[in-house]
């Protein structure tokens, strides 16, 4: 019943999501150049999405056949649905995102007004975000209600192999590791596609030829605003998606591990429907506030109205998981680890949710224009780069200390509280309003977009006052977006660390720290971190320079800088969208593979200190990278906007900014959103293939 439900209210989201879609395409795009230039995004961003795709499938389709035939017979199956679950959520999202830029824009040049032009941004991102929960629970649901629920105590095999295993826990494991291998390879690749493209156009527009940003005259532009969709969109969506899904079926593989050393059938059935009516409650939520913000007349305080459709998602979730406590908990016995009883789930939720405004709160302190981090970094850019870069790591580190303390803390009270199930409904309380957050997080590119085609379009300055007014408050809601990711990443993994160690253990989950395979693990898991952070950084700065050189290429040919001859975009675009697809694999299958040889070798202890070893590593190091890289970012723009006295656009502060920029963009937009999947997809296939390293291993 819980399933149909669910099932029923992600319909409802989705039909809702396809009136947003065709009210927004039905907008008109503006003037001659503005239809233009969202025409040539629209097209170039369709473009590498095939492309990718045409990669993306073959490995899909031959992991599910490994799966298939060696690991148990339904869970190819699984593992294709969670990968196509992901893939049209960040499809679709993409998709509006190419129609919302221009239209944004185009709103702001007819009315003048920042309200209509807010909720034309938040049309387009609720598209993107109200599809992130409703396909990763229809998926599930459907997986659910074929399968016949959860069934503890069965064993499987596969085609060919016959390890044994659980079919119903193999099904939900490969159906949330379709979606992590997806979004780990559109966030490589569009990361790489879109930092290769702003890089490149801020070394060779802004440092050699001193131009103004956003300038059609510069053809990595145009290769930028398609990247804003193919990375902070569609990488986004799929990147949330797997973090949303990975979160639920961690509850359920902790409820599973707890019902083995329980005879208590009524609690395994609560524990295991909780997460599922919380992440229901979660969509609906989700879907009223996306509704309040944009069919109320909008005032012309955009992050207000943001909040308010945040507050409204939030507000919901936490009364309607109260009273579900209340059914689903009363009146049954209780593990003792549930120190308040009924309640204590319900209190480990909502620990959830303040811990992830909370870390959004420090991100926005450490990367806000208007906090001193940020002002003191674009201070020191007057003493030149050393000192940007320098300070910009220092702001990165300092701000590691915050968030992480309150990662703890949560984890701390909520296992005080209820135990491992405590921590993985705290993870699932703080992603619970994903639809809402992930709405919000994709209106900071469609504002990005709008503000560049205003300006590549030469509209009026006061409708490039309006765009950047609503970029400003993106910026700080991508910056608020990433400390949710992170911190979610934090919760998702601890959860399924402890529910892989369940797996084998008999009775409590117990990895011991002293033994020499989980030491060893450990130390390989947290310089694969390191290895990957180098990798997917040397991919990006090869891409750029290639992007630099033929940007100057093209800036050299008569007539393109004097504005009489219309630069060769597509050479630019086919460049940036090359050299993504070529270096999007290997990150990405390594991330895969480490878990899966590393076990098969050694063992499941070893996995298990891989996994801590990497969570370990990974989480500073993607808050550093996401904090130090935000920081970077809004200085330049401080600077730009004429808040450091005597210095602007041109000056060499300004330049000292934009190396600053150029450091960070890798940081935040490439490594730091990677390494938030990187440590959940290794986990998920620790989880899925764990039977199979307790089978067989070598050593």
Not at 142 to 147: D, E, G, H, N, P
Not at 627 to 634: I, M, Q, V
């Amino acid at each position: 019943m819980v399933y149909l439900l669910v099932i029923c209210i992600s319909i409802l989201a989705l039909d809702y999501v396809a009136h947003n879609y065709f009210t927004l395409r039905r907008m008109d795009e503006g003037t001659e150049d503005m239809i233009e230039l969202g025409g040539i995004i629209r097209h170039g961003a369709r473009t590498f999405m095939r492309a990718e795709y045409k990669i993306i499938i073959p490995v899909i389709i031959v992991v599910a056949a490994i799966f298939t035939c060696f690991i148990e017979k339904t869970s190819g199956i699984t593992f294709i649905v969670g990968a196509t679950m992901s893939s049209l959520a960040c499809i679709i999202g993409m998709r509006s995102a190419t129609y919302a830029n221009v239209r944004t824009a185009n709103t702001a040049r007819a009315t003048k007004i920042i309200g209509p032009t807010t909720q034309t941004a938040l049309r387009g991102g609720s598209v993107s975000g109200l599809c992130v929960p409703a396909f990763g629970l229809l998926g599930l649901m459907l997986i659910l209600i074929v399968a016949g629920g959860i069934k503890l105590g069965q064993t499987g095999g596969g085609l060919i192999a016959s390890f044994s295993c659980n079919p119903s826990i193999m099904r939900l494991t490969t159906y949330s590791l379709g979606c992590s291998l997806v979004a780990m390879i559109n966030r490589i690749a569009g990361g790489n596609y879109t930092k290769a493209a702003d890089i490149s156009a801020d070394i060779v527009a802004k440092i050699r030829h001193d131009m103004p940003e956003d300038d059609s005259r510069m053809p990595n532009t145009i290769a930028d605003f398609i990247g804003d969709n193919v990375n902070d969109i569609a990488g986004n969506c799929s990147d949330l998606l797997e973090s949303f899904v990975a979160t639920v079926v961690a509850c359920l593989l902790i409820a599973g591990t707890l019902a083995s050393n329980s005879t208590n059938q009524a609690l395994f059935n609560a524990t295991s429907i909780y997460p599922i009516a919380i992440a229901g409650f979660g969509l609906v939520g989700s879907v009223v506030g996306i509704m309040y913000a944009l069919h109320h007349k909008a005032s012309d305080n955009p992050s207000q109205e943001l909040d308010m459709a945040t507050n409204i998602s939030a507000l919901i979730v936490i009364v309607a998981s109260l009273f579900a406590s209340r059914i689903i908990f009363g009146g049954i016995e209780l593990y003792d680890s549930f120190l308040l009883g009924w309640i204590s789930p319900w209190i480990a939720s909502v620990l959830g949710i303040v811990s992830g405004v909370a870390i959004g709160k420090i991100t926005e302190y450490y990367t806000g224009t208007e906090f001193s981090p940020v002002k003191k970094l674009a201070a020191m850019a007057t003493e030149g780069e050393a000192f940007v870069v320098t300070k910009g790591d220092a702001i990165g580190s300092r701000s590691c200390l915050l968030p992480i303390g309150t990662i703890c803390l949560a984890l701390i009270v909520s296992g005080i509280l209820c135990g491992i199930y405590g921590i993985a409904i705290a993870a699932l309380g703080m992603l619970s309003f994903v639809g809402t957050t992930v709405s919000i997080d994709a209106f900071g590119p469609i504002a990005d977009n709008a503000g560049g085609i205003a300006e590549s379009c030469h509209l009026d300055a006061d409708i490039r006052v309006i765009t950047d007014k609503l970029d400003a408050v993106g910026n700080t809601t991508a910056a608020i977006g990433k400390g949710f990711a992170i911190g979610s990443a934090a919760f998702a993994t601890v959860s399924l660390i402890f529910a892989y160690v369940g797996s084998y253990s008999a009775g409590t989950p117990v990895l011991n720290v002293a033994n020499y395979m989980v030491i060893a693990g450990a130390i390989l898991g947290g310089a694969f971190i390191e290895y990957f952070s180098a990798l997917l950084t040397d991919h990006t700065i090869e891409s750029a320079h290639l992007m630099a050189e033929e940007g100057d290429r093209q800036l050299s040919i008569p007539g393109v800088l004097e504005g009489t001859v219309k630069p060769d975009y597509n050479r630019c675009i086919d460049l940036a969208a090359r050299q993504a697809l070529r270096k999007m694999l290997v990150p990405s299958l390594l991330a895969l593979f480490i878990p899966a040889i590393g076990g098969i070798l050694f063992g499941v202890e070893f996995v298990g200190g891989i996994l801590v070893g990497a969570t370990i590593v990974a989480i500073p190091r993607a808050v550093f990278m996401g904090n130090s890289g935000g920081a970077f970012d809004n200085a330049k723009k401080y600077v730009e906007s004429g808040q450091l006295e005597g210095y602007g656009k041109g000056s060499a502060a300004h330049k000292a900014t934009v190396v600053g920029d150029t450091v960070g963009d890798t940081r935040k937009d490439v490594v730091g959103v990677a390494l938030d999947i990187c440590i959940k997809l290794m986990s998920t296939v620790a989880n899925t293939l764990a039977p199979l390293f307790a089978s067989i291993h070598l050593f």
